[in-house]
Structure formats: C-alpha cells, structure tokens
Nanobody
C-alpha cells in the first residue's frame, strides 16, 4: 500500500508561483509513474502533468512552459513547480501514483487547494 500526502497549496495572486509537494510512504518500491491532477468547481478532473520513474515528463497544453513536474526518488517526493499562475489554475490539486506495470492511477492523495486571485 502507498500513502500520498500533498502540501504547498495556498492563495496567490495572478502571475505568482507556488510549489506543491507530494510525499510518498509505504510500499514505495512499487511506485511507477506519478502525476498531478486538478479539479476546479463544476469541472471534471484534469490530468496536469506526469512523470515516469526515469524522469520523462508530459504536460497538458494549458500549463506547458509554466509548470514543471519533478521527483526525488531518494526523498520519495514529487513536486509541481507552478509559475505565472492564472485564475484558471484555481483548483484542488491531487497527486497520484501507479504501481509498476499497471496503467491505472491506484493511489491518490487527499488534495491541496490552489487559489489564484486576479
């Protein structure tokens, strides 16, 4: 079993920055790819960025050039550096992880609120 805990959310003005962290514990050896999702009020959950165990990354078009996903396997922690934040980035952000060899994100954090004021 894997336990994920996000931190780093908060209130920031448009144009500002935040860094989210996702600390993993438990059966961390089983973790494969990880990702950040977000869900705004009244909207579907959206995949924001992903990172493999080897460090390959992908981003949704709306955050390319502004957000950077990274992971420190030695610290069992994943990060999302968010720059040039916009009001549309306001959402609850969740970290998620896949077990090695699986296609589905089976582990989820509790979420952290990010609010960007205009």
């Amino acid at each position: 079993q894997v336990h994920l805990v996000e931190s780093g959310g908060g209130l920031v003005q448009a144009g500002g920055s935040l860094r989210l962290s996702c600390a993993a514990s438990g059966s961390i050896f089983s973790i494969g790819a990880m990702g950040w999702f977000r869900q705004a009020p009244g909207k579907q959950r959206e995949l924001v960025a992903t990172i493999t165990r080897g460090g390959s990354t992908n981003y949704v078009d709306s955050v390319k050039g502004r957000f950077t996903i990274s992971r420190d396997n030695a610290k069992n922690t994943m990060y999302l550096q968010m720059n040039s934040l916009k009001p549309d980035d306001t959402a609850v952000y969740y970290c998620a992880a896949k077990s090695v060899g699986t296609m589905k994100y089976g582990y989820w954090g509790q979420g952290t609120q990010v609010t960007v004021s205009s």
